[in-house]
């Protein structure tokens, strides 16, 4: 192992401008970049890629952002669920994820279903669409929370954030950012000490009170935003 803090690595299969990228186990998923709809797994300790598919044809990948979502009822953890959505024609799409280097995942049989981008659908097989307008998700960022990470939390242009109910495929709050300053291309983040879903939950026990932070960061903009489940509101405080 070299003792270097910055080790150059394996070039990426094509160059790539504003990718998407979620982390499974020794992987690094790179879910599309800006006018690029392919997608690949890098495994960490092997220092290589594999393509694992291709966003449809018909959608155009400019400023989306995928996440990866929390299912309390799935025991099987090699499997994860990703979502991206937003962009310039706000698409809303998922996908079921085996990684591409195991086993199973030469079994073609039991991946009909996965490692390809569908349309997100609700219980009905209705299909969803997370958006505003074909423009207005165009450099957003997103965190799932929330008491049963149930929870989207959108920040997007017009310096807005906005909670989506996963559960009931509802936007449930809308609300302005104090700032004057554009958001876009920004930096998100739950404030947490153990990853999605163990966000710093303040909890009085009396109350019941369900309080989650997250940070963002965009050009001279800091913030630390807290919600407030129990009642559906926000309150935001301007970082030094």
Avoid at 82 to 108: D, P
Wanted: hydrophobic residues 30%; contains cysteine.
């Amino acid at each position: 192992m070299s003792n270097e803090i910055f080790q150059t690595l394996k070039e990426l299969p094509k160059p790539l401008c504003r990718i998407q990228c979620v982390s499974h186990k020794h992987e690094i998923l790179i879910c599309g970049a800006d006018d690029c709809r392919s997608c690949y797994s890098y495994h960490i300790l092997k220092n290589e890629y594999k393509f694992i598919c291709e966003y449809p044809s018909n959608v155009t990948l400019s400023g989306h952002c995928v996440v990866k979502l929390s299912d309390n009822n799935n025991k099987d953890n090699n499997q994860i669920t990703l979502l991206s959505f937003g962009g310039i024609g706000s698409h809303t799409l998922v996908m079921k994820y085996v990684s591409i280097w195991s086993n199973i995942s030469n079994k073609s049989d039991e991946l009909n279903n996965y490692n390809k981008w569908v349309q997100f659908t609700d219980n009905h097989d209705h299909p969803i669409f997370i958006k505003r307008n074909d423009y207005g998700y165009v450099g957003l960022r997103a965190v799932v929370g929330g008491s049963n990470n149930h929870l989207l939390f959108i920040t997007h242009p017009s310096q807005a954030i906005s909670v989506f109910d996963l559960n009931t495929f509802q936007l449930i709050k809308y609300d302005t950012l104090p700032t004057t300053k554009m958001i876009d291309y920004h930096c998100f983040v739950l404030n947490s000490e153990n990853g999605q879903g163990q966000e710093m939950m303040k909890t009085n026990q009396e109350q019941n009170k369900k309080i989650y932070q997250m940070l963002l960061f965009c050009r001279t903009t800091g913030l630390s935003i807290e919600y407030d489940e129990n009642n559906n509101i926000f309150q935001f405080h301007k970082l030094p």
